[in-house]
C-alpha cells in the first residue's frame, strides 16, 4: 500500500553574522533552493567531513 511520509524536523533559532546569512542567500537564490534547504546541506556537508568525530556523531562507518 502507498504511504506518504513526512520527514520529522524541528525548529531552532540561530544567530548568524549578517555577511554570512547574506552570502547564504545570494547562494539558494542562485541555485533555487530554499535558504533552510541550503544551512541544512552546509551544516550535513560539515560534520560528515570533520576529523577526530565519534563514529555515532558524524553517521559515517569507517
Known sequence: MFEIKKPSA????IRMPDTLIEKLEKLAAKHDISFNQLVVQ???YAI???KDVPEQINGKNK
Do not use: Q, R, V, W
Not at 10 to 13: G, I
Open 10 to 13: 524541528s525548529n531552532k533559532t
Open 42 to 44: 552546509c551544516c550535513e
Open 48 to 50: 560528515d567531513n570533520l
